[in-house]
């Protein structure tokens, strides 16, 4: 198995497996969606915004609420638009 398919498989995780279920729906889903089409690069965009806190990720994606802390990127902006 290679590095970049083990990472796939920690964000897989990460993203199902977050604490608060409306998060686990949602960035499981937007992940296990998209997951096969990003490169390197977008990889480590990802991997980095599931390592942020399920509380802050949810007041970012819900109450539209403008944090600092969510890297403003081609992952976040997929994230921003992104509707079960």
Avoid: A, C
Avoid at 4 to 33: A, C, N, P
Avoid at 44 to 61: A, C, F, G, T, V
């Amino acid at each position: 198995m290679t590095d970049k398919e083990i990472l796939k498989k920690q964000i897989i995780y990460r993203s199902t497996h977050r604490g608060i279920k409306e998060m686990d729906l949602l960035l499981g889903s937007f992940v296990k969606k998209n997951i096969s089409t990003f490169t390197d690069s977008e990889l480590k965009d990802l991997e980095n915004l599931m390592q942020i806190e399920d509380d802050i990720l949810r007041k970012w994606y819900f109450e539209n609420n403008n944090e600092k802390l969510i890297p403003f990127n081609k992952i976040s902006q997929m994230l921003k638009k992104y509707k079960l």
